[in-house]
Structure formats: C-alpha cells, structure tokens
C-alpha cells in the first residue's frame, strides 16, 4: 500500500516536474513541430513573411509592394544615424562595434551582470546617454530608423538566441513564456490563441500570422503605421506587442519595460535558427 | 353535434396558435433585427470576427458558422449560456466571455441570443 | 398674529427645505470616497499581478473610468462617478481573478 502510494506520488511529481521544467530547447523543439505540421507546405525561413507565408491571396499583394518597400528611405535614415558623430566626436560604432553587420544578432541576450534581459532598443538609449545624448523614444521614429538599419544589415543571418543555464535567466525566460500563453484583458485572449492555435486562420479580414517567425523582420513597416497621427510607418516589436495587448482590451506594459524584454526573450529564441529579414513590409 | 363542437373546437385552436405565432414573430422581430445589430458591431458583438453568420460581411474563420441554430441549441438557454461565458464549456476557447467579463449588458446577451436562435 | 403667521411659514418653509434638501450631497460623497478607496486598492491589486485591463485608467483608452470617475465627482455628479467606479471595480476585480487563473497557462501541444 505504501510503496503504491509512494509510487504514485513520485509519478504524479515527475509528471508536474517534466510540465514546469521542460527546457527552453525542448520547448523549442516542440514548437517548431507544431508549425511544420501545422504548415506542412511553407519552408523554415518562409515563416519570416508572417501572414504572407501562409495567404496566397495576401501573398502577391504583398510582393508587389516589396519590389518598392516603403521602407528603404528608413533604412538610409538609419545609416545616417549610425555614421553621423555624436557631439562628443564618437558614435553608435563606439558602443557597439565597427561592423554594423554584426549588431543585430546579439539582441536579445541575458547580461549577467544586471541581471537582466538587454534589447538592442535598450541599448542604442543606453548608448546615447553614455555619451550625453539625449535617448530616442522607444517605439518609432529614429530608434526604429536605426534598428530598420541594423536589420537590413544583418538580412540572411540566423536569429541565435542564447538562453544562458542561470537561474535567474531561466526565470526571466519562464516569465516570457507565461506572458505568451496566458490569457488576459476583457476579451480574454492570449497570444498563443491567435498566433498559435488559430494561426493561419482569419479574423475578420485578418490572417493570423505564425508566432514562429514573428521577430525576424522586426522593426517593421506598417500601412496602418502610416497613417495621420501615427507616425512613418516604421515601429518597434514592443509597439507591435502594445497594440495585441490593447486589442484584446488589456492595458499595454511599458515599451522596455520588464514584461515585453522577457516577452521578446523567449519570443525570439522560439524563431532561433530564422533568418534575420528586417525591416519588413506589412498591411 | 360532437362532430360540429370539435371541428369548431379545432378551427379555434388553429385559430389560437395562428395568432400567438403572428403575435410572437412580431415581438421578435424587432429583437432579432437588434440582436443582429449588437452581434454585428465590432465594438459589441464583434461575432463575425470569428463567425461565419448569413448577413454579416468579412467574417474570420476561426469558429464554426452559426447555423441552423436550433437544431444546435434546442435548448435556447443553453444557447445563452454559450454566449455568456463560453470557457464553461471549453475553458481554453478563444471565444470572449461576453456575459461573465460583461462585454455585453445582459439585455444585450438577450437580443443577441435572440438573433442568434433565430439563425 | 401677522408675525406668528409668518414665524410658523417660516418654520414650515425651513422644515421643508430641510425635507427636500436631504443629506444627500454629504452622504453621495461619503459613498463616494468609500467606493473610490475600494476601488483603487482593487486596481492596484490588479495591476500587481499584471492583469489590468485597458480601460481601467490607461491615458489612451477612451473609456478610463476610474479618472472619469474622479472628474464627475470633482464636477459634482456622484451618481456618475458610482456608476464608473462601480464598472472599474468590476473590471478590476475581474483582471485579478483571471491573472490567478492563468497563473499555470502554457502550451498545449
């Protein structure tokens, strides 16, 4: 009786420990099944063009406009902003590197030191600060010119997230992972519902997109975007992160703030081994 | 004579059910055209996000086509209740809890439902 | 005569505005400021386990009852600012209950 029970009892605690503590590889793993046989027809990269991959309709639409993208202005803005000095003499290459092919790929990483998840819009403020500028707000504008920079730059190289094995970055990734598949606001919805479990589908005229994918081609280009009052089109991941998170009428977390940096840690490293495809061109 | 009383008794009765019908399909009437409205409205409703529904323009794909409604739901209260909090029946679904979060009023889920049955 | 006629419509008339006149104003506020406290610990409550919604007090959203509340009550209209607390509380409450709920949410497949 006892040794059944015992039994029973370490069965049902590897049960919940394997739930809790499966790892972010194999959550990964997993989640990149799901997709491919959700998708069976659409390639690895592919899931990079977001609603594109998975709507022939949409598709063409899309790719005519990616002959012109209305992006490349921004990009040549963000150049700008990485080769013009600060008052100081220096510049962004001072902070991070010379080449700017090679920025992109690190963000988002753990820092050991503060203990937490650094983005490269974090970054480029912290930058300017450092050398007595004053930072770019962090949703549009020129941090997303710069990053659209930074991006394009780095087209072709694979996203490569690294989930360090330290308790402290393990929590932070946890915390991305539970923000995505909890439902929250009015509407009660969670990222997962749309992009996840009826990703490919239509909501009214919408096609969701894949969560697989979703942070290649980040900072963005938005006709929504660039409409009176809005900005240039041009937005970051957490812009894009707010506006899900007031659509399903829950109040949207500070840009930069803790949620969306752990959010996009785990997000990105979901798309671990994606191409790199920014900006990108979207309705 | 027995003959006459029921052939009068029956014509009544007919008679009867004829009128409530009228009467009934004129009541609701006028909810289901404003049950219609509110399910409609995306900053109501917004069923067509996710609902095919006869009537209704640039519905998603997200969730079976309300249709045939009272083959579905005989029961309209179970109906209602669907419509009300639908994660008792699936605590995973997509689909809003329109009573339980109070997206819609209660005189709202009414109307709605109405519509809804009449599909 | 004249004057106790006119002492007694006095008192009659101060009787009858005092009827009229009922406590209202000091008690509507009291309610107010009862209903406002409980309400804000609730959306604090909401907040510290990140499940506010958006129309609770956001500076974008349309609706923002809580601050809407607190603007009726200034104008005066403590009928209006119950109602709005009463939805933010609602709305609050709700937020809280639902982020416990969540508290283990994570992929099904």
Redesign the interface.
């Known amino acids: 009786m006892k040794k059944t029970l015992t039994l029973l009892l370490s069965a049902g605690l590897v049960a919940t420990a394997t ?1 809790a503590f499966s790892s972010p590889k194999e ?1 990964l793993e ?2 990149r099944t ?1 997709f491919e046989q959700r998708f069976p027809g659409v390639q690895l990269n592919d899931f990079g063009n977001g609603p594109y991959a998975l709507d022939a309709s949409k598709r063409l639409q899309w790719e005519s406009m990616e002959e012109f993208p209305p992006y490349e202005e921004y990009v040549d803005k963000g150049r700008e902003i990485w080769e013009t000095p600060f008052k100081n003499g220096k510049s962004f290459a001072s902070c991070f590197g010379k080449d700017p092919s090679k920025v992109r790929v690190k963000y988002p990483h753990w820092d050991s030191k503060t203990q937490q998840v650094v983005t490269l819009e974090g970054d480029i403020n912290k930058c300017l600060k450092e050398n007595g500028e004053k930072p770019f707000g962090w949703k549009k504008g020129k941090i997303a010119h710069l990053g659209a920079y930074l991006g394009y730059e780095a087209r072709g190289q694979k996203t490569n997230v690294v989930i360090p094995n330290d308790p402290k970055a393990l929590e932070a990734y946890e915390e991305g ?3 995505f ?10 990222c ?3 992009h ?3 990703s490919g ?5 919408n096609t969701l997109s894949a969560a697989l994918g979703h942070t290649t081609h980040f900072p963005v280009f938005r006709a929504k975007w660039a409409k009176k009052g809005k900005g240039d089109g041009l937005g970051t991941l957490h812009r894009r992160y707010g506006g899900c ?2 659509q399903v ?5 500070k840009a930069q703030g803790k ?1 969306y940096r752990n959010l996009e840690f785990f997000h990105t490293y979901m798309s671990n081994g994606l191409e790199i495809n920014a900006p990108g061109y979207r309705e | 004579m027995t003959k006459l009383t029921q052939r009068l008794g029956g014509t009544t009765t007919v008679l009867a059910l004829c009128a409530g019908l009228v009467f009934s399909a004129q009541v609701s009437a006028d909810n289901i055209a404003e049950g219609k409205k509110i399910a409609f409205d995306r900053k109501k409703g917004n069923c067509l996000a996710c609902h095919h529904i006869e009537g209704g323009t640039l519905a998603g794909t997200i969730a079976p086509p309300l249709v045939a409604m009272k083959q579905r739901f005989p029961d309209k209260a179970k109906l209602r209740a669907q419509i009300w909090d639908a994660t008792v029946a699936n605590p995973n679904t997509i689909m809003p809890p329109m009573g339980r979060h109070k997206i819609l009023t209660e005189k709202e889920i009414d109307l709605v439902t109405d519509f809804i049955y009449s599909l | 005569m004249k004057k106790l006629i006119t002492a007694l419509g006095l008192a009659l008339l101060i009787a009858g505005c005092n009827a009229t006149t009922p406590e209202k104003p000091a008690s509507m506020k009291a309610q107010y400021e009862a209903a406002l406290a409980e309400t804000q610990a609730a959306v604090d409550k909401a907040a510290s386990v990140g499940g506010e919604w958006r129309d609770i007090r956001w500076k974008k959203s349309k609706k923002k009852y809580l601050p809407s509340a607190i603007k009726a009550a200034e104008a005066g209209d403590y009928a209006k600012a119950l109602k709005l607390l009463e939805i933010a509380k609602f709305q609050a409450e709700a937020g809280y209950k639902q982020a416990m709920a969540q508290k283990n949410a994570g992929p099904r497949f």
């Open positions: 739930q959550d997993k989640f799901y992972k539970h923000f598949y909890a439902k929250r606001g009015q509407l009660n919805m969670a997962a519902d749309c996840v479990y009826y589908q239509r909501i009214r005229g998170n007031k009428r829950a109040r949207p977390f949620e």
